[in-house]
Nanobody, 127 residues
Framework: QVQLVELGGGLVQAGGSLRLSCAAS????????MGWFRQAVGKEREFVAA???????YYADSVKGRFTVSRDNAKNTVFLQMNSLKPEDTAVYYC?????????????????????WGRGTQVTVSS
């Protein structure tokens, strides 16, 4: 069974930076797509970023140029570096894993494409 644990959330001022990590256990995920989603109060969970098994990254328009997703396969960990944070970035951030080996699905922004989810970590950006 795959378990994902997000760390690094907290309170930061607008314009600041925060680095989230997602540590996986129960399965080596180096050959699987990983995603980051977020959910603000009263809103649907939305796609933030993803990184493929080949290392290619994808981003929502709202975070392009500010967020960077990366992975350290030796540590079975995925990261989300968040810079130039804005109050609208405030949300619970979730890490997710696509359980399909070397998936080439174009629907990586959809929640249903991911099989495993972490419990989330709160990110609050003050103005």
């Amino acid at each position: 069974q795959v378990q994902l644990v997000e760390l690094g959330g907290g309170l930061v001022q607008a314009g600041g930076s925060l680095r989230l990590s997602c540590a996986a256990s129960g399965r080596t995920l180096s050959e699987y797509r990983m995603g980051w989603f977020r959910q603000a109060v009263g809103k649907e969970r939305e796609f933030v970023a993803a990184i493929s098994w080949s290392g290619r990254s994808y981003y929502a328009d709202s975070v392009k140029g500010r967020f960077t997703v990366s992975r350290d396969n030796a540590k079975n960990t995925v990261f989300l570096q968040m810079n130039s944070l804005k109050p609208e970035d405030t949300a619970v951030y979730y890490c997710a894993a696509d359980g399909r080996y070397h998936s080439t699905s174009p629907f990586y922004t959809r929640r249903t494409e991911y099989d495993y989810w972490g419990r989330g970590t709160q990110v609050t950006v003050s103005s």
